[in-house]
Nanobody, 115 residues
Framework: QVRLVESGGGLVQAGGSLILSCTVS????????MGWYRQAPGRQRELVAK???????NYADSVKGRFTITRDIVKNTVYLQMNSLKPEDTAVYYCNAAHAWGDDWGQGTQVTVSS
């Protein structure tokens, strides 16, 4: 099991940018992929972006071209650069670590985009 600590959420105007960070502590060798998910009020949690242990990434259609997921292996940190933010991006964003036996989650960080 690993511990995931997110940071970087906040309030931003539409069209603005934010960068989220997720730092992993613990035994990270078993992680097969890291991802960012989000959950808006009254909606299900959805995948935003994911990056595998070999560096392959994929994105939700709604964020393609606007969001970028990257990782710093030395710092054990995954980032989500969010540009051209829209009010519909407002949600709690969760960091996820996928293992063969299940997932670990961060505590979540609020992102609010005002119109």
């Amino acid at each position: 099991q690993v511990r995931l600590v997110e940071s970087g959420g906040g309030l931003v105007q539409a069209g603005g940018s934010l960068i989220l960070s997720c730092t992993v502590s613990g035994s990270a060798f078993s992680i097969s992929a890291m991802g960012w998910y989000r959950q808006a009020p009254g909606r299900q949690r959805e995948l935003v972006a994911k990056i595998t242990s070999v560096g392959r990434s994929n994105y939700a259609d709604s964020v393609k071209g606007r969001f970028t997921i990257t990782r710093d292996i030395v710092k054990n940190t995954v980032y989500l650069q969010m540009n051209s933010l829209k009010p519909e991006d407002t949600a709690v964003y969760y960091c996820n670590a996928a293992h063969a036996w299940g997932d670990d989650w961060g505590q979540g960080t609020q992102v609010t985009v005002s119109s």
